[in-house]
C-alpha cells in the first residue's frame, strides 16, 4: 500500500515538473550533474560493494560489464547530462495547425507522457539517463534497478535527492515486490521501459497492462555482399562485436555471400581470432575454416560475449530471409558498393535500425544526437529504435473556437475550410 501511494504522489509532481519552464527543467538537470561531479569517490566506493557481491556471486561478465559505475562511466553520464540540457524542448511545440473554418482553428501540440516507469537491471547509467530524459520532458520517472547494482543506484538517488531538495518527481523502489506492485498501476503509469535480459522484458511484458517500450533481444545481424568494399568489411564486423560485446547492438551474426566466402573467411577469421572472438559456423562454413560446430538454434542466441557465428548465403534474398526469420528486429547491416542492393536492403529489412557500410553500434541514442536514451524499441507503436525525448511525449489536439456549433455543418449552413496553417 506504501508503494502505491508513493507512486500516486509522483503522478501528483508529475504536474508540477510538466508545467515548469525549459529552463527550470534544466536547471535540475544541472543540479544532476554537478550531484555525480562532486560525488564521485562515494560513488565509485558504493559501486565496488556491488562488484564485489557480484563476482562472489559468480555473475557473468557481460553483467558485469553493465554493472562498473567508474569514472569513465561516471563522464560518460555527465557530457549525457550536458547533451540533454542543450536539447530543444520536446513539450508545448505546435507540430501541426488547421483552420477547420473562418475563427475555428486546430493546433496538435506535444505533451508529456505523464509519469514512467523504468525497471532495469545491472546499468547505473541508465538510471541517470532515464532521469534527465524524463525531466527534460517533463515526466515524472519511476525507478527500478536490479539488486545487484542495489548499492550504487542507492547512492546515486541520494546525492540527486541532496541536491535538488524538492523532487517528489523521482522515485526509486528496492524491492522485487515493488516491481509487482508497479506493473498493477496502469492507472497512474503511462508507459513501462524495461532493460535487461530477453527473460526480463518479458516478465515486464507479460504482467502488466500498462504499455511497454523496449526490445527482448539484441540478435544482429551483418551481410557481407559479393559486392562488399572487403577493406571496409573486416573493421566494421571487429567493430561490431568487439567495441562492447555485452551491448544489445553488438552483432551476433554474420552472413556472407558464397561468390567471397573461400576467400574472405580467413581472412575474417583471422581478424576475429586476433580480438579473442570464438567462431560458431556450420558445415559448410567449417569447410572453410576451423569454427565450432553450430545448429540452426545458435542463430536464436544473444552471446552478450565475444563470440558470433558466421553463414554463407547464396544471395541478398537469402540473408535477408535469414535475417526475417532470426531477427530481433533490432539492427542490422549490409556491407556492399552496389546501391540497388543497399536500397533492397534497406527496404525489405523488418528491423528498428538498418544500417549500411557502418557498425551495428551506432544504434545508439547518444550516437544519432538524442542527446541520450531510455532504451531501444522494436515495437511499431509509437517509437521506434533509439528513444530520446520525442519517444516520452505524446501529443493533444487543441481546438480553439469563436461559437461554432456543429449543427451549422450537420445542416450544410456552414462548410469546412479545413486549411492547412503550417
Known amino acids: 500500500m506504501e508503494t502505491q501511494q508513493r507512486i500516486k504522489d509522483v503522478r501528483r509532481s508529475a504536474l508540477t515538473l510538466s508545467l515548469m519552464s525549459d529552463q527550470e527543467r534544466n536547471s535540475l538537470i544541472d543540479k544532476i550533474k554537478d550531484a555525480l561531479d562532486s560525488n564521485r ?84 547509467d541508465a538510471m541517470v539517463q532515464i532521469i534527465s530524459l524524463a ?10 534497478g536490479g539488486s545487484e547494482a542495489f548499492n550504487t543506484n542507492r547512492a546515486i538517488r541520494k546525492v540527486i535527492h541532496e541536491k535538488l531538495k524538492s523532487d517528489d518527481y523521482i522515485l526509486l523502489l528496492e524491492s522485487h515486490q515493488d516491481v509487482d506492485d508497479m506493473l498493477k498501476m496502469d492507472k497512474d503509469i503511462d508507459l513501462i521501459i524495461p532493460r535487461g535480459s530477453n527473460k526480463f522484458v518479458k516478465y515486464c511484458m507479460d504482467h502488466t497492462n500498462i504499455p511497454v517500450m ?37 552483432v551476433e551474426t554474420i552472413l556472407v555471400n558464397n561468390n567471397i566466402a573461400s576467400s574472405y573467411l580467413p581472412v575474417l577469421k583471422k581478424a576475429l581470432e586476433e ?27 544473444e552471446y552478450l560475449a565475444l563470440e558470433l557465428n558466421i553463414k554463407i548465403v547464396g ?9 526475417a526469420a532470426h531477427s530481433s528486429h533490432h539492427t542490422d547491416c549490409i556491407i556492399s558498393t552496389d546501391q540497388k542492393e543497399i536500397d533492397t536492403f534497406y527496404s525489405s529489412v523488418d528491423s528498428a535500425d538498418v544500417f549500411s557500410n557502418c557498425s551495428t553500434r551506432f544504434a545508439d541514442g547518444f550516437r544519432f544526437g538524442l542527446g541520450a536514451e531510455v532504451g531501444i524499441s522494436t515495437g511499431k507503436l509509437h517509437a521506434r529504435g533509439p ?34 496553417l503550417m
Open 315 to 323: 544471395s541478398i534474398e537469402e540473408a535477408i530471409n535469414h535475417i
Open 135 to 144: 525531466l527534460k520532458s517533463g515526466n515524472g520517472i519511476i525507478l527500478k
Open 214 to 250: 523496449g526490445h527482448a533481444d539484441g540478435i544482429c545481424s551483418i551481410y557481407v555482399s559479393d559486392k562488399a568494399d572487403l577493406a571496409l568489411a573486416t573493421p566494421i564486423i571487429v567493430d561490431s562485436k568487439i567495441q562492447y560485446p555485452a551491448a544489445c547492438n553488438a
Open 41 to 124: 569517490e562515494y560513488l565509485i566506493e558504493e559501486n565496488k560493494k556491488d562488484l564485489f557481491s557480484a563476482k562472489e556471486k559468480g555473475i557473468s561478465d557481460s553483467v558485469l560489464h553493465r554493472l562498473v559505475f567508474d569514472d569513465s562511466k561516471i563522464n560518460s553520464c555527465i557530457s549525457s547530462l550536458i547533451a540533454v540540457k542543450k536539447l530543444e524542448c520536446p513539450t508545448g511545440k505546435i507540430i501541426a495547425k488547421r483552420e477547420l473554418d473562418e475563427g475555428l482553428i486546430l493546433e496538435k501540440v506535444t505533451y508529456p507522457l505523464g509519469v514512467i516507469g523504468m525497471v532495469f537491471e545491472a546499468r547505473p
Open 387 to 420: 528513444v530520446g525525448l520525442e519517444g516520452l511525449t505524446t501529443y493533444k489536439y487543441q481546438l480553439s473556437g469563436s461559437g461554432q456549433i456543429v449543427k451549422d455543418y450537420a445542416a450544410g449552413t456552414k462548410q469546412f475550410t479545413h486549411k492547412e
Open 275 to 301: 580480438k579473442g572472438v570464438k567462431i560458431h559456423g556450420d558445415e559448410e562454413v567449417s569447410a572453410i575454416i576451423d569454427c565450432i560446430p553450430s545448429s540452426e538454434d545458435e542463430y536464436d542466441r
